[in-house]
């Protein structure tokens, strides 16, 4: 799986759209981005997942570059439950995604 | 059930002792996955099940650790003779047989194990 390099924190205004960026430089070709969060205490939750073109779903965006080295996940109006951690991950999606493994992400503060 | 649901929410142990961890997945959900999280780590996986085998253990950290699944329905992790290490939260989820991507998941809030 490719590398991905996320900033350790950001804080956001509730009602401010939360930009939230993924560097993925060594991504290949057949590697989709996906981005999942975690509210403390609770378990991950998918957010979205793309492979070129840009995503939007009922809880988010995600705006892939045209080199495909990043990506970037918007909140549109973020609120205080979604303060959390947040995950950008690449893999080529698989039967056993299961095993996706998590690491550090960026701790994301909504603050009133 | 409406959610996923572990048991205990809380558990302390004493070093040595044994330890049974409870999930009780979506009903219908045939797919069931345990995790475990240390403090500030990502997500590790342990052991994947469908009905009542298991498919994929691959996860387990070593042979203190088991589990089962009965009735394809509840799962049970046992840790034997905890460590400190053992110490994380562990998180049970199950999905639908089509779930093989994290998309499909719905995760129980876990059991927090402390080993003193």
């Known amino acids: 799986d490719a590398k991905t390099t996320q900033p350790t924190s950001m804080d956001c205004a509730e009602g401010r759209a939360a930009n939230l960026p993924c560097n993925h430089s060594?991504?290949?070709?057949?590697?989709?981005v996906y981005w999942y969060r975690q509210i403390h205490s609770q378990g991950p939750q998918y957010i979205i997942h793309?492979?070129?073109n840009n995503e939007t779903n009922e809880m988010a965006s995600l705006i892939i570059t045209e080199d495909r080295k990043s990506s970037t996940l918007i909140l549109p109006h973020a609120t205080l439950r979604d303060t959390a951690v947040y995950y950008c991950?690449?893999?080529?999606?698989?039967?056993?995604?299961?095993?996706?493994?998590f690491g550090a992400g960026t701790t994301v503060t909504v603050r009133a | 059930g409406a959610g996923v649901s572990q048991s205990p929410s809380n558990k302390v142990t004493e070093k040595g002792k044994d330890v049974e961890l409870r999930c009780d997945p979506i009903?219908?959900?045939?797919?069931l996955y345990w995790y475990r999280q240390s403090l500030g780590q990502g997500l590790e996986f342990l052991i994947y099940?469908?009905?009542?085998?298991?498919?994929?253990k691959s996860g387990l950290p070593s042979d203190r650790f088991s589990a089962e699944r009965t009735g394809g329905s509840v799962s049970t992790l046992t840790i034997q003779r905890t460590q400190q290490e053992d110490s994380a939260v562990y998180l049970c989820?199950?999905?639908?047989?089509?779930?093989?991507?994290?998309?499909?998941?719905?995760f129980g809030s876990g059991t927090r194990l402390t080993v003193v």
């Open positions: 989820a199950s999905s639908l047989p089509s779930g093989g991507r994290l998309k499909g998941y719905t």
């Open positions: 991950i690449v893999r080529v999606p698989s039967s056993n995604d299961y095993k996706l493994s």
């Open positions: 009903s219908g959900h045939t797919a």
């Open positions: 793309g492979l070129k």
């Open positions: 060594t991504i290949s070709g057949n590697e989709y």
């Open positions: 099940f469908q009905g009542n085998s298991a498919p994929d």
